[in-house]
Nanobody, 117 residues
């Protein structure tokens, strides 16, 4: 089993930045794909960004150029740097991990991101 714990959510004004962190523990040898999803109220969960153990990244069109996913291999952590935030980025953000893409075998508890003036 793998345990994931997110941190870094909060309230930010439009145009601001936040960085989300995800810490993994447990059977991390089974993880080859990592990522972030988000779910806004009344909407389906959306895959935002992914990164593989080889370092390949992919992003949803809605966040390209604004969000950056990265990882620190030896710390078993990955991050989502969110810049130029918009009100439509408001959602609960979940980190996720798995053996293959899309990462959906293991989930964090979620962290709220609210973009509002």
């Amino acid at each position: 089993q793998v345990q994931l714990v997110e941190s870094g959510g909060g309230l930010v004004q439009p145009g601001g930045s936040l960085r989300l962190s995800c810490a993994a523990s447990g059977s991390i040898f089974s993880i080859n794909a990592m990522g972030w999803y988000r779910q806004a109220t009344g909407k389906q969960r959306e895959l935002v960004a992914t990164i593989t153990s080889g370092g390949s990244t992919n992003y949803a069109d809605s966040v390209k150029g604004r969000f950056t996913i990265s990882r620190e291999y030896y710390k078993n952590m990955w991050y989502l740097q969110m810049n130029t935030l918009k009100p439509e980025d408001t959602a609960v953000y979940y980190c996720a991990a798995g053996l293959v893409l899309p990462p959906n075998d293991y989930w964090g508890q979620g962290t709220q991101v609210t973009v509002s003036s």
